[in-house]
C-alpha cells in the first residue's frame, strides 16, 4: 500500500511548515491581532498635523528617520492643519489594510467614528503627541507623549519664583496654541494652576495664535495695541515659534523682549536657544519632538505581540537663557 503523500519526507516536511503558519496565523486571527506574516515589511501609516512649527518639522524628521532605520514602510499623511485630512487619511490607511495606525490629533475631540472604523478593521491605533478625549479609551492601545500640564506649570513657575519679592501686580498676556488641542488646553491649565501660588499675577490678555510664528507676529501687535500706556510684565507663550514671532512684534514697537518683558515659551528648539542667547527669549520649557525611535519600538513590540503600556511619557527639562549659549551646539532640532 503507498503511503499517504504527506508521509513522503521531502514533502510532508513543507506540508507540516505550511500547516504550522497557517496555525499561527490563525492564532494570531484568534487573539484579534493581524496576520502579520513574519517575513514580511510592516506598514505604518501615520496621520502628521502639519508643518506649523519647528517642533512639527523635528517630529516629522524624527519619525522618518526612525522608520528607515528600523525598516517599516512609511505611510505618511500632512494634514495641513486640518482635522477632516486626517479622518480621510485613517479612511485611506484602513482601505489600504495598513498593520499600525499612528495617529498626532490635531484637536481633542471627534475621533471616535473612525477610531471605531479602524478598530473594526482590526487595526491598532497608537497615538502620538497629542492625546484625545473619548471616553472609550480602548480606541487606542498606547498614547506616547509629553505632560503638558506639566510644562504649563514648569512654565508658570519660573515666573512665580522670577518675581518673588515683588508688591506690584504682574501682568500676563497668553498666546495660546491651537483651538481645541491638547497642547493649548492642558499648557493653560498648568500655566494657570502654578501661578495662583502668587495673586498678583494676572494673565490680562490670552487669544489663540495657532502655534505659528506669523500669527505669534500678529496677536502680539494686537495685545501691545490694546494694551498702549499700560505695563505688560510677561508674555507666555505655548510654543516657541509664537514667542519668536511676538518678540519680533515687541522689537518693532520700540521694547526689548527679554527685559521689557519677560517671555517664557515652550518646545526648546534651536531658534528659541539662539533667541535665550541674544538676551530676548527667558525661558524654554522643553517639549522633545523625538518621538520616532519609540513609535517604532511600539510598532515592532505590538508586532511580537507584547502588550504596550498605555502611556509613556515623555523626559524633558527646562532652560533658561543662562545656560543657552552652553546647551546650543547639544540642541537635536
Ligand atoms: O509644542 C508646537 C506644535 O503638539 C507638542 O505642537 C506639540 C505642539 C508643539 O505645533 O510647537
Redesign the pocket.
Known amino acids: 500500500m503507498h503511503a499517504p503523500f504527506w508521509h513522503v519526507s521531502g514533502q510532508a516536511f513543507f506540508f507540516e511548515i505550511h500547516m504550522q503558519r497557517r496555525h499561527a496565523l490563525a492564532a494570531l486571527a484568534a487573539l484579534g491581532l493581524p496576520a502579520w506574516a513574519a517575513d514580511r515589511k510592516l506598514v505604518l501609516g501615520f496621520s502628521q498635523?502639519?508643518a506649523?512649527?519647528?517642533?512639527?518639522t523635528a517630529?516629522s524628521a524624527s519619525i522618518k528617520q526612525a522608520a528607515k532605520e528600523a525598516g517599516i514602510e512609511l505611510k505618511f499623511a500632512d494634514a495641513q492643519q486640518k482635522q477632516e485630512n486626517q479622518i480621510k487619511a485613517l479612511r485611506a490607511f484602513i482601505a489600504q489594510k495598513v498593520d499600525v495606525i499612528a495617529l498626532?490629533p490635531v484637536v481633542e475631540t471627534g475621533w471616535g467614528t473612525v477610531l471605531r472604523e479602524a478598530r473594526a478593521a482590526g487595526i491598532p491605533v497608537i497615538l502620538t503627541?497629542?492625546l484625545v478625549k473619548e471616553a472609550d479609551e480602548g480606541l487606542w492601545v498606547t498614547f506616547m507623549?509629553?505632560d503638558?500640564v506639566e510644562?504649563g506649570r514648569r512654565a508658570g513657575r519660573w515666573l512665580v519664583d522670577k518675581m518673588k519679592g515683588g508688591k506690584d501686580e504682574v501682568r500676563i498676556v497668553e498666546l495660546q496654541?491651537?483651538v481645541g488641542?491638547?497642547?493649548a488646553l492642558d499648557?493653560r491649565q498648568g500655566f494657570e494652576e502654578a501661578i495662583k501660588a502668587d495673586p498678583r499675577l494676572k494673565i490680562v490678555r490670552s487669544q489663540t495664535a495657532d502655534?505659528?510664528r506669523a500669527k505669534g507676529k500678529e496677536v502680539m501687535e494686537a495685545f501691545l495695541k490694546a494694551e498702549a500706556g499700560r505695563k505688560i510684565h510677561a508674555l507666555y507663550a505655548?510654543?516657541?515659534?509664537?514667542a519668536l514671532g511676538a518678540i519680533q512684534a515687541i522689537e518693532e514697537a520700540g521694547l526689548k523682549p527679554g527685559v521689557d518683558i519677560l517671555v517664557i515659551s515652550?518646545?526648546g528648539?534651536k531658534g528659541a536657544f539662539q533667541a535665550m542667547a541674544a538676551g530676548k527669549l527667558n525661558v524654554t520649557v522643553e517639549?522633545s519632538?523625538l518621538l520616532g525611535p519609540p513609535l517604532m519600538q511600539a510598532v515592532k513590540d505590538l508586532k511580537a505581540g507584547k502588550t504596550l503600556p498605555r502611556r509613556v511619557v515623555t523626559e524633558e527639562g527646562v532652560f533658561t537663557a543662562d545656560v543657552a549659549a552652553r546647551e546650543l551646539p547639544r540642541r537635536q532640532y
Do not use: K, L
Not at 506649523?52 to 512639527?56: C, D, K, Q, V, Y
Not at 505655548?238 to 509664537?242: A, L
Open positions: 498635523i502639519g506649523e512649527s519647528a517642533w512639527r517630529n498626532s503627541d497629542r507623549g509629553s503638558f510644562e496654541g491651537t488641542a491638547a497642547p499648557r502655534f505659528s505655548h510654543n516657541d515659534d509664537m515652550i518646545d528648539v517639549c519632538p
